[in-house]
């Protein structure tokens, strides 16, 4: 049986990132059956509690292999989970991508930039990496902008996960 890896608990002003367990399927449920919550991804159902089980087991390895990748937002006022943020590999670009997806309740107050670039100071500085990239779909400003305000910048239009998306990156500083 696999260990769970450790996962560092991240915190910025207002948010702390932490480890996914078992126990936060429920209310990462909650968020996931918000209706448009997937507006812009490919699959726009809502995910059944066996899909989020099988997201935290995911994340879990993926920490485990990679040394990165999404953490629980929880709201530091309230001890709340009000989204995800981090990083995950694609085998498929041999890219690392962060992503996010935060509780239409909390749109617009600057949680998920705040959040996002702690993520990527991290994945640079101390996961070594030497690119993130952020994707969007073309018509979600609020994502791009999330991603401008972490100092990634425009670089193509890209078919992932079949379909079209904004790319945007963000390389390591060199020494």
């Known amino acids: 049986m696999e260990s769970t890896p450790t996962v560092p608990a991240i915190t910025t002003t207002r948010i702390l990132l932490s480890p996914f367990g078992m126990s936060d399927a429920d209310a990462l449920k909650a968020i996931l059956d918000e209706p448009d919550i997937f ?13 989020i089980q099988k997201y935290i087991v995911h994340h879990q390895n993926h920490w485990g292999k990679h040394g990165y990748g999404h953490w629980a937002m929880v709201l530091r006022e309230t001890g709340q989970i009000i989204g995800w943020n981090g990083l995950e590999f694609l085998p498929d670009t041999n890219e690392t991508e962060i992503g ?20 990527i100071s991290f994945g640079l500085n101390t996961a070594g990496l030497e690119e993130i990239i952020g994707l969007t779909h073309p018509e979600n400003i609020a994502s791009q902008r999330v991603l401008e305000k972490c100092g990634l910048a425009f670089t193509r239009r890209q078919v992932y996960f079949g379909m079209e998306m904004f790319r945007y990156a963000r390389r390591a500083s060199k020494g």
């Open 39 to 51: 507006r812009y991804f490919p699959n726009q159902s809502p995910w059944p509690l066996e899909k």
């Open 100 to 119: 996010y997806i935060l509780s239409k309740a909390y749109w617009g107050q600057g949680l998920t930039t705040e959040a996002a670039q702690a993520i």
